[in-house]
Antibody, heavy 121, light 108 residues
């Protein structure tokens, strides 16, 4: 397992861009069996997978969010990031970064503590 | 897209009782199935991966079974600290973007 921590603004205005960073410690984001993942959870609701990024820079994004989402990684700082454009109130959620660890099977074995992002004017 | 369906939505159980949670996939995911536990105000925690392998540090009272489309998470003797929402997730169909809707386990 590794330690992950989300950072970024907790309040974003409607139509603006949400940007979050996840700092990873205890492991390298360039390892070849991990996919660095963002998951969100609207208040009182279930988990929604947003997407992940691999060490090659390849991203896999939820189809319904693909037009608004960008994910990237910075090996020099061992961080990866999420950008979500044109936000609305429906994007208000706790945002988690996590590691999808793929040995024989894949699972999200390490999670950040989560960060509440509220979309409001 | 693989749809994951969990049942029941809510379960109310007395301490010491056996608990069985169900997760069904809309198509075969082989054993590429994980279970997570989420307590209020906390991030999810991995319990089971590969349908039946306990993650590091998970008590032996938690067990997973199944393959293909039908999966079960069993808590052999419910403890008060097991009150939580439990989610399943498949990782066979790539990207692994589908979670079940969750089962809430309450303590009577």
């Amino acid at each position: 397992q590794v330690h992950l921590e989300e950072s970024g603004p907790g309040l974003v205005k409607p139509s603006e861009t949400l940007s979050l960073t996840c700092s990873v410690s205890g492991g390298s984001i360039t390892d070849k069996i991990s996919y660095w993942t963002w998951v969100r959870q609207p208040p009182g609701k279930g988990l929604e997978w947003i997407g992940n990024v691999f060490y090659t820079g390849t991203t896999y994004l939820k189809s319904s969010l693909k037009s608004r989402v960008t994910m990237s990684m910075d090996a020099s700082t061992n961080q990866f990031s999420l950008t979500l454009t044109s936000v609305t109130a429906a994007d208000t959620s706790v945002y988690y970064c996590a590691r999808l660890f793929c040995s024989a099977e894949c699972a999200l074995d390490s999670w950040g503590q989560g960060m509440l992002v509220t979309v409001s004017s | 897209e693989v749809v994951m369906t969990q049942s029941p939505a809510t379960l109310s159980v007395s301490p010491g009782e056996r608990v069985t949670l169900s997760c069904r996939a809309s198509q075969s995911v082989s054993i590429n199935l994980a279970w997570y536990q989420q307590k209020p105000g906390q991030a999810p925690r991995l319990l089971i991966y590969g349908a039946s392998t306990r993650a590091t540090g998970i008590p032996a009272r938690f067990s997973g079974s199944g393959s293909g489309t039908e999966f079960t998470l069993t808590i052999s003797s419910l403890q008060s600290e097991d009150s939580a929402v439990y989610y399943c997730q498949q990782s066979k169909d790539w990207p692994p973007d589908t979670f079940g809707q969750g089962t809430k386990v309450e303590i009577k």
